[in-house]
C-alpha cells in the first residue's frame, strides 16, 4: 500500500492530495484552477500536477470489498467552466482491450466509468464512461429499485445499469502506454445540470471494467450488500462559482428520403420522394439545473431498422426502445413505473417542446407535443401532454406522481398515478406504485386501475425479492406501454451466493422463484390462478470472466379463452364445431446460458432453452426449441462484425411434426474509419412458418379461424413468410448533435407473389441526413 501511495505522489506533483479509497478517504476538494488545457490524452500540463489524484480502488465484482488487482489513479481539478478527469490504468499483464469503436459501443473494451450525482441526491448520476482510446459512452443512471423479475437469472444482476440513450457533448482523448493506458477528459458545465449554489458538494464513484479478468474495481469500497449503488459515492466538496455562460444550442436538420416501390400491373419500380425536409430543435439552459427544449417539423427517422424481436407468449405485446434524439435528452426526468411514460406513442410530431430538470427540490419533466393527422383516428392532431414529478425523501427514497393526457378529436385518455421508494437500513427497499386511466372512445368513458408493490432485501450473499401487481382489463393509457391488460401477478425470489476470491469459482449463485398469474377480475375476487411458474437456477461466474447457468422450470399454464375467441373446429361433416382448450397443460423446460468473457479477438453468448411447454397455436403441449446466440468479432482496432441468431421451433410430440418454426439471424458489419467515421452494414432475415393447425391437445380435428372482414370461418392451412432487410450506412458523428447520415436500405419478401421459395424487392430507398450543433458561447 505505501508502494502505491508514493507512486501516486510522484505521479502528480508537490500540491497534489491523495484520496485513497480503501482508507476512507473519500471527501475530495479538487483544486480550481484558472487554466485551459488542450485535450490530446497527455496529462502533461501543469494543472494536471496540481489535481486531486483519487486511487486505492476496491473489487467490487465478482468479490466485493477486497483490493483490486489492478492500479488506478484518477486525477481531478475543474477550471472555471468544465471538470477535467485524468485517468492513469496500469495493467501489469500488458492485456488492455481496446477498439476504435462507435460511441456507446465500448461495452467489450477496458473502460472506466464515472458516476456525477451533480444534485448529490444518492439516487441519480450522469454517467461517462471512456475506453483506452477516449472513445466515448454515456447516459444517466436513475436508480428505481424496482423489484419484477422474469423468472430466469434474477439474482444475477447486483447493480442498476444506466441508460446509454443520451449523448452529452465532452471531450476525451486516450492513448496505450508502456504498462497500461491513460485518458484526458474536459465536460463542459454547460453540457451537464447541476445545483444552482455557488458552493457545492457533488456526489462521485468511479468503476474501472478490466476485461482480461472480467472484473468491476471502484475506487469507494462499494459493498453489494445494499439497496443503491450511488449511495456509496465519495463526495467532491467545495465545486465553487461554476459558470455555465449563456447556454443555447441549436441544431437545424435537413432530411431527404427517397422510396422505391414497384406499380401497375407490371410492377415497374418507381422512385418517388426525395424533396428536402427542413426542421431545427433548440436547446435553453433556463438556469444550471432546468433545460428547455423545444422542436418544429423534426427528423424523426430512425437510420436502421430495430432487431427482430418474437413474442412466445401471444399476450405479451412486444417493445422496442425510444432511439430518436428529441425524446432522449433529459430521459431519465420521464421515467416512471410501468412504462406509463412511452414516448414512441407520439409517431410524427409537427411541433414539441418539453422542460427537465429540477426545481424547488422536484425533479420534473414536461413534454407537449402535437403529432401528425397521420396518426390520427379523426384525421385530426392528437395533442399530447405529459409531466412527470419526483421528490428525494432521503438516500435511495423518493415519491413520484405522473399525469398523462391525449387528445384525438373528441377522444380522450388520462392517466394519474403515485410512486415511491422507501430505503430503510441500507438493504431494505419497498416499492409501490398506483394510477387511474380514465379513456373515453366514441363517447363511452371506462376508468381502471394499475397498481404494484414490491420488497427487496439486499445483502451480500442472500436476496430476496417480492412484488405483487395488477392491472385492470379496462386500463388503457394513450402514451404508455401496457405489455399485457387485465392480469394480476405475484412473483416471490430467493438466492443465496457463494463468493471465493482467487478460486477458479468465483461465485456460485443458487434461486428459487416463485411466480403466479391471475385474470386481474379473478385475483380480485379471491378466485383460481392460471399460471404457475417454479423455477430452480443456478448461475456460475469463473476466473477471467466466463459465466454459466442452468434452469430446471416447473410450470402449469391455465386455458386463456381470450385468446382463442375467434377459433372454432371442423366436424367430420364439415359443421363448425366451438374451440373448447384443455383447462390446464404441465411444462418441463431446461435452460443453459454461457457467456465468454471479451477476448482480443471477440466474446461470444448462449441461450438455449429445450422441453415440453405450451403449443399456443393450438392449446396443446408442445416440444419447444429456444435459441439465442450472440457473437462479436473483432478482426482488427477498427473492424467489427456483429452476429445474432434467434430460433423458436415448436413440434408436436405425439407425431414430432413440426407446428410452428422462427428463425430470426442477423449479421452486422462495421468499419470504423476514425473516431466520428464509421460505415456499416445490416443484413437481417426473418423468417415464418407455420403448419395447418389442428386440436392436438382432444380431438384432432382441424381448427377453423374467423376471416375478420366476412365473419365466416375459414381453414388456417398454415403458410411460409420470409423477410430480407439490408441496409447500408455511412455516419459521420463528430460531436452529438452534428451529424451526417447517408444510407441506403432494400426489403425482400419470400416466397414471391407466385409462391416461389425466392426473393423479391419489395421497397428499397435512399436516406440522407445532415444537422449541425450551433453552440452560443
Not at 421508494?421 to 409501490?432: E, K, Q
Amino acid at each position: 500500500m505505501m508502494l502505491v501511495l508514493a507512486a501516486a505522489l510522484l505521479a502528480g506533483g508537490p500540491d497534489s492530495t491523495v484520496y485513497h479509497g480503501r482508507l476512507g478517504d473519500l471527501t475530495v476538494r479538487p483544486p480550481r484552477i484558472e487554466s485551459e488545457v488542450t485535450v490530446d490524452g497527455m496529462l502533461d500540463e501543469p494543472a494536471w500536477r496540481r489535481a486531486a489524484i483519487l486511487t486505492g480502488f476496491s473489487q467490487y465484482s465478482p468479490v466485493d470489498r477486497v483490493a483490486a488487482t489492478d492500479s488506478t489513479e484518477v486525477l481531478v481539478w475543474y477550471s472555471p467552466t468544465a471538470l477535467h478527469l485524468g485517468v492513469r490504468a496500469w495493467d501489469a499483464a500488458g492485456a488492455v482491450r481496446a477498439t476504435l469503436a462507435e460511441r456507446d459501443r465500448i461495452g467489450n473494451d477496458d473502460q472506466v466509468q464515472f458516476f456525477l450525482s451533480t444534485f448529490n441526491d444518492g439516487r441519480q448520476a450522469t454517467f461517462l464512461a471512456v475506453n483506452p482510446l477516449g472513445v466515448q459512452s454515456d447516459g444517466a443512471l436513475n436508480e428505481s429499485g424496482r423489484t419484477s423479475c422474469g423468472g430466469f437469472n434474477c439474482a444475477v444482476s447486483t447493480r442498476e445499469s444506466p441508460d446509454l440513450s443520451q449523448d452529452f457533448v465532452w471531450e476525451s482523448k486516450g492513448r496505450l502506454v508502456p504498462g497500461g493506458y491513460e485518458v484526458e477528459i474536459r465536460i463542459p458545465f454547460k453540457s451537464i445540470r447541476f445545483q444552482t449554489g455557488e458552493s457545492q458538494s457533488w456526489g462521485i464513484n468511479i468503476l474501472r471494467v478490466v476485461q482480461r479478468s472480467g472484473q468491476e474495481q471502484t475506487w469507494t469500497p462499494v459493498a453489494r450488500a445494499a439497496s443503491s449503488f450511488l449511495s456509496q459515492s465519495g463526495q467532491l466538496t467545495g465545486l465553487e462559482a461554476l459558470r455555465r455562460g449563456t447556454v443555447v444550442d441549436l441544431i437545424p436538420t435537413l432530411t431527404s428520403v427517397v422510396r422505391g416501390g414497384g406499380t401497375g400491373a407490371t410492377g415497374r419500380w418507381n422512385y418517388d420522394g426525395g424533396a428536402p425536409e427542413i426542421g431545427g430543435t433548440a436547446r435553453w439552459g433556463i438556469t444550471p439545473n432546468l433545460t428547455m427544449n423545444a422542436t418544429a417539423n423534426p427528423d424523426f427517422s430512425q437510420v436502421e431498422s430495430d432487431a427482430g424481436q418474437f413474442a412466445f407468449d401471444p399476450r405479451q405485446a412486444l417493445f422496442f426502445a425510444e432511439r430518436r434524439p428529441f425524446f432522449l435528452d433529459g430521459l431519465e426526468q420521464f421515467d416512471a413505473p410501468n412504462r406509463l411514460i412511452y414516448t414512441r406513442r407520439i409517431v410524427q410530431p409537427v411541433v414539441a417542446t418539453k422542460l427537465a430538470g429540477r426545481a424547488m427540490g422536484t425533479q420534473l419533466g414536461v413534454l407537449a407535443a402535437v403529432d401528425d393527422r397521420v396518426a390520427s383516428r379523426h384525421g385530426d392532431n392528437p395533442l399530447f401532454g405529459v409531466m412527470r414529478l419526483t421528490r428525494d425523501l432521503g438516500p435511495g427514497s423518493r415519491l413520484g406522481a405522473v399525469w398523462t393526457e391525449q387528445a384525438d378529436g373528441p377522444d380522450r385518455n388520462r392517466v394519474i398515478g403515485l410512486d415511491g421508494r422507501l430505503v430503510l437500513g441500507g438493504i431494505h427497499s419497498f416499492t409501490f406504485d398506483g394510477a387511474i386511466a380514465r379513456d373515453v372512445v366514441g363517447g363511452e368513458a371506462t376508468t381502471a386501475p394499475i397498481w404494484s408493490a414490491g420488497y427487496a432485501l439486499n445483502g451480500r450473499t442472500f436476496r430476496v425479492r417480492y412484488s405483487v401487481s395488477g392491472i385492470a382489463p379496462d386500463f388503457r393509457t394513450r402514451t404508455g406501454f401496457i405489455s399485457r391488460p387485465g392480469i394480476a401477478r405475484a412473483n416471490v425470489a430467493h438466492s443465496l451466493t457463494r463468493l471465493r476470491e482467487g478460486e477458479a469459482l468465483e461465485a456460485l449463485t443458487g434461486e428459487i422463484v416463485l411466480d403466479g398469474t391471475w385474470q386481474y377480475d379473478d385475483f380480485v375476487a379471491g378466485r383460481g390462478i392460471q399460471d404457475e411458474k417454479l423455477h430452480f437456477n443456478v448461475n456460475t461466474r469463473w476466473r477471467g470472466g466466463w459465466r454459466a447457468g442452468v434452469s430446471w422450470l416447473e410450470e402449469t399454464f391455465g386455458y386463456d379463452p381470450s385468446i382463442y375467441r375467434n377459433y372454432a373446429l371442423q366436424g367430420p361433416d364439415g359443421e363448425v364445431l366451438p374451440f373448447v382448450g384443455t383447462p390446464r397443460l404441465p411444462n418441463r423446460d431446461y435452460l443453459i446460458t454461457v457467456g465468454s468473457p471479451a477476448f482480443s479477438l471477440g466474446q461470444f453468448s448462449l441461450f438455449y432453452l429445450w422441453g415440453r411447454d405450451e403449443n399456443f397455436f393450438e392449446w396443446a403441449s408442445g416440444d419447444i426449441q429456444w435459441i439465442t446466440a450472440s457473437m462479436t468479432l473483432r478482426p482488427s482496432e477498427q473492424a467489427r462484425l456483429v452476429m445474432s441468431y434467434n430460433h423458436q421451433q415448436v413440434n408436436r410430440p405425439d407425431d414430432g411434426s413440426r407446428v410452428s418454426l422462427q428463425i430470426v439471424p442477423r449479421a452486422q458489419v462495421e468499419y470504423q474509419i476514425s473516431r466520428a467515421m464509421q460505415i456499416r452494414i445490416i443484413s437481417q432475415y426473418a423468417l415464418s412458418i407455420q403448419d395447418s393447425l389442428r386440436d392436438n391437445s382432444r380431438t384432432e380435428l382441424p381448427i377453423l379461424i374467423r376471416n375478420p372482414s366476412t365473419g365466416a370461418y375459414e381453414r388456417d392451412l398454415g403458410g411460409r413468410d420470409g423477410r430480407l432487410r439490408t441496409d447500408l450506412l455511412f455516419t459521420y458523428l463528430p460531436n452529438p448533435g452534428t451529424v451526417v447520415y447517408l444510407g441506403y436500405g432494400a426489403s425482400h419478401q419470400e416466397p414471391d407473389a407466385l409462391g416461389r421459395r425466392e426473393f423479391t424487392r419489395t421497397d428499397d430507398g435512399v436516406f440522407v441526413k445532415m444537422s449541425y450543433l450551433f453552440r452560443v458561447q
